[in-house]
């Protein structure tokens, strides 16, 4: 038996669940299918459980891309406030922490849930769990028709979106699907890499810090290449947030923001008291104190911080009145300008999303369709990606939603 559909949607995440809905209540008949027997497990974990949906301040300029403007398009036509409305008529409170990040007051269910209604009102079919085991395009009369061989019978329709996601957090589900669908068709692919990952340091290297393990204070961080110039540090991208301290290295938001920016063997350098003049106030400190300069330095930074720092010199372990001019500036310099060098990150089991995927030069910004008529791409698996703070969910939106729109427009062409 043959099942027939207008438009296939593969892929039961964020973007999969608001591009089926919406494109079932424009009309069209949807098949939503998905390999795992749970629909969106990035949107259950997400924000400690409370998912981080979307961010008040999202503009193209949160987004990294191969093509940066690519993004304009969708993000324009399908803007925070439009999904904030959404929220608001399935009557799910919802709160604002910081910089513009939007949580769900109860849990990420309720975001779920708001999905899985919106494809019911659009009478959306869904199968899970329904493993892909084929694509093929066959043309018909001069119109692509695309048989998808499943593990529940072979599938019709002229009409395909690809929104499988990235590499991210495969222990629930993410797999190379989408990128294989798009080689397939002769699509070209940006190396996709693990990104909003801790970065992690060698063993050796990082022993007097791991001690540290657990401790977060805020910063500035960026980076870049190790010869940069003043000019191109200045152009550097540089984030203003809190690190943490882990066994292995680094994480929390600062560091979390500038892995997607980290390429390996370029260093990251943090200023760890941001707004604070270190060596100013440490050769204050030598005229008129006779404490240790570990405890002074601990009035400035975290004093875990400071006994480890000051630990690794036997010549900063004296009272500041007998430290010379050079040492306290030489300290309070490196504090504001540490450089060191990841040798690597916690990769795709840790990373809360994947940079790179389907080149934005084979897909149309307006309808998200590729150069293979019918065929689309939708989401994470797209090169095109946010920062940390909810700019993920609003491109799974924004992209869901233009794509939508265009396989409406096209089936009527179709029918027609």
Known sequence: MTYKFDVVVIGAGAAGLFCAGQAGQLGLKVLLVDHSDKVAEKIRISGGGRCNFTNRDATPAQFLSDNPH???SALSRYTPQDFIELLQRHGVPFHEKHKGQLFCDRSAEDIINLLLAECDDGQVTRWQPCSIKSVVCAEQAGINSYQIQSDRGLIEAPQVVIATGGLSIPK???TDFGYRIAKQFNLRLIE????LVPLTFDGDAW???AQLAGLALPVLIETGPLDATPKQRKKAMVFAEDLLFTH?????PAVLQISSFWREGQPVRINLAPGTDLPTLLLRAKASSKKLIANELSSLVPGRLADAWVGQDAALQRPIVDATDKALQ?????LADWQLTPNGSEGYRKAEVT?????????SSQTMESKQPGLYFIGEVVDVTGWLGGYNFQWAWASGFACAQALA?????LIA
């Open 207 to 209: 022993a007097p810090y």
């Open 192 to 195: 996709p890499r693990a990104a």
């Open 330 to 334: 030489t300290l309070g310099q490196r």
């Open 172 to 174: 629930i589900g993410a």
């Open 70 to 72: 690519f993004c304009r």
């Open 409 to 413: 427009a096209r089936q009527a062409e």
């Open 355 to 363: 940079v790179g995927g389907v080149d934005t030069r084979d897909l």
């Open 248 to 252: 292995r290295g680094l994480s929390g």
